[in-house]
């Protein structure tokens, strides 16, 4: 089994490589998903999320209102910090235990978002990059997603710089351009994973 960590700033295009790399077989794990799954009505991690932030994050059916805890954590540090270390935890081991049941010769691809911020790096074989420059990120955040240029550049700042993403890569995809000249490199990508899962 090779165990992949995928990232990429917000706006990158990671989603659609990690569907890309899916529909060729990689066992994907999403920690997005996953992070939405710990916080439903009647768990733990809800519990302890409403403990820490209060009832003012839940919408009137009992779930967690996002843009009411993004509105809080999103522009303060030291509460995002908070927010992230009660789901973090939950969505580690939800991870480990999907890892656990795909097969042995699988490539399981670990969709994470903030694998630089969270320093994960070390817990992959390889780590995959997906790149696009900030002015990219900006304008696809603020042209097909519809954030205003100031939310957009508030998500941006939250995360690691271009750099940082860079620094941890094993293989890095550029997805600066439009979508037809990512899916031979996606393709290119996948051919190496396959490779290092049957060395």
């Not at 990689?26 to 996953?34: E, S, T, Y």
């Not at 656990?100 to 699988?106: E, K, T, V």
């Amino acid at each position: 089994m090779l165990s992949v960590g995928l990232t990429g700033g917000i706006g990158a295009g990671k989603s659609e490589v990690s569907r890309l790399l899916q529909s060729y077989g990689a066992v994907l794990i999403d920690a997005d998903r996953i992070a939405r799954e710990v916080v439903e009505p009647g768990t733990p991690g809800l519990t302890a999320v409403v403990a820490r932030f209060g009832p003012g994050i839940l919408a009137p059916d009992g779930s967690l209102d996002r843009p009411k805890l993004g509105a809080i954590v999103f522009s303060d540090p030291a509460r995002l910090a908070e927010l992230n270390a009660i789901v973090h935890p939950l969505v580690g081991a939800r991870s480990q235990e999907l890892e656990r049941s795909a097969g042995p010769g699988s490539v399981v691809v670990h969709d994470v978002p903030l694998l630089t911020e969270n320093d994960l790096a070390k817990r992959y074989d390889l780590v995959v990059v997906v790149d696009a420059a900030p002015g990219t990120q900006l304008e696809r955040l603020v042209g097909r997603r519809g954030m205003t240029e100031s939310d957009a550049r508030a998500r941006m700042a939250a995360q690691a710089t271009r750099e940082q993403r860079r620094a941890i890569a094993d293989l890095i995809i550029d997805n600066d351009g439009p979508l037809e000249s990512l899916e031979p490199q996606v393709r290119a990508v996948w051919a190496e994973l396959r490779r290092r899962a049957a060395g």
